[in-house]
């Protein structure tokens, strides 16, 4: 296995060990339920203040946020979460996927209105160093078209605007994180202004692309079983020849090359060997 890919699985070992529970009778999936209802329960009592754009409680028959959300199921982990989002402006260009770079403002609350993190300057995320909750729930979104002022400053205009409601299982977990404490719910009011598309491994195909069974999670496609998911993994299937030099037509993309006609990419296939060096 390469050593860079070594690294990277032992830094995400390191953190998940960091994080592990402290709590012997915390269970993920009684939790997922116990933060569904809280959520509900929240939905169904608070309001959008359309004056101000603030969510609050509902005192003189106001529409519900639970009636205005859309629901996004997620399953994370072996467990099946809600993730609940109001979208107050869809946005016009593309979506990202969870392993994208976002350009976002934020500001993060927990239910009981405090608010634990405000981003009013715009700045780029990668949504891999983020809670799976962003990764999940900015999918649901889209960026901006960008306007360049005649000085060369910019904008953006149509773009996503919305807020995430999100369980803590997709959040810090069991996990106190600053002056969020253990299962905590969390909600983000956002702006999605623009999406970088990443490729990690630098081997020409997105990442995005390489979401082969389309669950929205890059970590458990793995073509050639080393631990390495294909996202971070310079060759995918394990052939000895660099994904990026699978690429037979030259054309920038080794997703279009099938040398034995086999239905499966040559960076896929690992029958497949044949290498821009070769040629």
Request: one cysteine or more; proline letters at 3%; hydrophobic letters at 35%.
């Amino acid at each position: 296995m390469k050593i860079k890919n070594l690294l990277i699985i032992l830094a995400i070992f390191l953190f998940v060990f960091a994080c592990g529970k402290d709590d012997d009778n915390y269970n993920e999936e009684d939790q997922a339920l116990i933060d569904d209802e809280a959520l509900v329960e929240y939905l169904q009592t608070h309001y959008l203040n359309e004056e101000d754009g603030g969510i609050w409680t509902i005192d003189a028959g106001q529409t519900p946020l639970m009636e205005q959300v859309d629901v996004d199921y997620i399953d994370y982990n072996d467990i099946s979460y809600k993730l609940y989002y109001l979208s107050e402006n869809e946005g016009a260009t593309i979506s990202p996927s969870t392993v994208d770079s976002v350009y976002t403002t934020y500001v993060g609350m927990l239910l009981d209105s405090t608010v634990f993190d405000i981003g009013s300057s715009l700045r780029w995320f990668s949504l891999t160093g983020t809670i799976p909750g962003w990764g999940y729930g900015f999918s649901n979104f889209k960026g901006g078209n960008i306007v360049v002022n005649d000085d060369e400053s910019f904008y953006f205009e149509d773009y996503g605007k919305g807020i995430l409601f999100i369980p803590s299982g997709l959040a810090y977990g069991n996990n106190e994180q600053g002056s969020i404490p253990k299962n905590a719910n969390l909600i983000f009011e956002m702006t999605l202004q623009d999406v970088n598309r990443a490729d990690q491994d630098l081997d020409l195909v997105p990442s995005f692309e390489e979401d082969l069974n389309n669950n929205r999670s890059m970590v458990d496609d793995d073509t050639d079983g080393d631990g390495a998911p294909n996202f971070i993994d310079s060759d995918d299937d394990g052939d000895g020849v660099l994904t990026k030099y699978e690429d037979i037509n030259r054309d920038g993309n080794p997703m279009n090359d099938d040398t034995d006609g086999d239905g499966i990419p040559n960076y896929l296939d690992a029958d497949d060997t044949e290498s821009i060096e070769d040629l």
